[in-house]
Every structure is written in C-alpha cells, then in structure tokens.
C-alpha cells in the first residue's frame, strides 16, 4: 500500500472512531448548536421527499437516524440508514425500537464510499451533515449516483458559509469560539468539534458544490439556503 493509501485510510478510521466517541451527546449537542434548527431541516426534507413519493429510500451517514425516522412518515415507504459508526447506529436502534419502526427502518454499518446494493436500487438517497466527511467526495457521490435509479433524487443536507459579507463575518465569529466551546464543555471528545467546525468551513458549499454534483453525473440541481445561508439543502436528479 502506496504511503498516501495508509493516510486516507488512518483518516476515515479517525473520522469512525470520532463519531463513535461523541455518539452519546451527538444529539444534545447537535440541538444546541443549531438553536433547534436541525428539527426544521429535517421536516423540510421530509417535504421535499414526500412530493416524489419514494418506496426505497437510503439515508447516509445516518448517524442516530434522524432523518430516516422523519422520513419513515412517507406513505408505503422502506428506508435503509448506512453509518459508518457503530455506536452512532446503536443509539438509531434504539430510537427505531421505541418508535415501533422496525419494520419501515433498517440500520447498517457500511461505507458511503463503497455502497453494498446493487446499481438502482432507490428511488431516493439522503445525506445529512455527511457529505463533508467523506473520504473521497467525488467517490461518495458517484456511489450515490449509482445505487439511484433514472429519474431519482439525491437530497443533501450540509452545512454552508453564507455568501452576504455581513452575515458571513458574524458566522464565522460564531463557529469558530461558539462550537468549539459548546464541544469543549459538554464533549469527552475535545478535538471532535473543533474537526467539525473547521470541515464546515472548508466544505465546497454553494455553487461550488453544484459544480462537483454535476461532475458526479447529477442535474436539474436546487439549492436551498437554510437560517441565512449556513445551512443548505441541494436537491439533484441522476439522468
């Protein structure tokens, strides 16, 4: 194995392990450090799902399976969350369990990178808060783009940078001291916020990430700014 192979290696490993150490107070903190908003994020991706009436979803990075679970309230619909880290996913479980949804949610432990199923297999893919942590993002989204079937949609939720210098300014006095802290107070993982704060703003977000979408094979993209521009939604369409 070639030096630079070991390196992306050891680093989705650390990306695993980091996960799975924050895992407890993921979702106590991710409600904090959004005001809330992750909530209505996840309500908003629901609606834009439920307009294509989906039978086959596949939620990445699922995490505690937030997303799944809103998503589980579509009509006739089966979901599949894919997380790399196990202890993220033992938390899912538990919350598929207590909302009697086992047999709409299935969680497993997988690579986004690296998707065991066939090639269109859903009629929708989800990512929240993940695409940023992805190993190979051109990789990760061309996994994405296979297991869809024609005529389907990706819908990412990531965050963003806003573009209004202002606002743009304020955001980054915020999450540069603001979430460091919050991690720093309530984390046991003291380098697992400040990863994520400095991954946010190195994200290739608004047009930019339009850009490597279309790369991927995506097309008839939208981008939906989310709390002024800090958070996005983008919705593709595989050809």
């Known amino acids: 194995m070639k030096p630079d192979q070991k390196l992306k290696v050891s ?23 959004t005001f809330g908003n992750d909530i209505k994020w ?6 834009i799902a439920k307009h294509y009436n989906p039978k086959k979803i596949l939620d990445i990075a699922t995490g505690t399976a937030d997303i799944a679970l809103e998503l589980s309230k579509i009509n006739g619909c089966n979901i599949i969350g894919l997380d790399i880290s196990e202890k993220m996913l033992e938390i899912g479980r538990t919350k598929v369990l207590n909302q009697s949804l086992s047999e709409k949610v299935t969680l497993i432990s997988g690579d986004a990178e690296n998707i065991d ?7 929708l893919v989800t990512i929240g808060f993940g695409v940023r942590n992805f190993q190979n993002l051109e990789k990760g989204l061309k996994e994405s783009h296979r297991v869809l079937k024609p005529k389907s949609k990706l819908i990412i939720l ?20 603001f979430i460091p802290f919050i991690g720093q107070l309530f984390s046991k993982d003291k380098t ?28 008839n993209i939208e981008l939906k700014p989310q709390m ?5 939604i983008y919705v593709a369409e595989k050809i």
């Open 11 to 33: 680093k989705k490993i650390q990306v695993q392990n980091m996960f799975d150490s924050i895992s407890i107070e993921y979702d106590f903190l991710n409600r904090i450090m």
């Open 42 to 47: 996840r309500k908003n991706i629901y609606k």
């Open 117 to 123: 199923y066939d090639t269109e297999s859903f009629d």
């Open 158 to 177: 990531e965050t963003s940078v806003p573009t209004n210098p202002l606002i743009k300014f304020f955001y980054l006095m915020f999450s540069r001291s």
């Open 192 to 219: 697992a916020y400040k990863y994520l704060q400095k991954s946010a703003e190195k994200f290739p977000s608004g047009k930019n990430f339009i850009n490597v979408l279309k790369k991927c094979g995506f097309t």
């Open 228 to 232: 002024f521009g800090a958070t996005t």
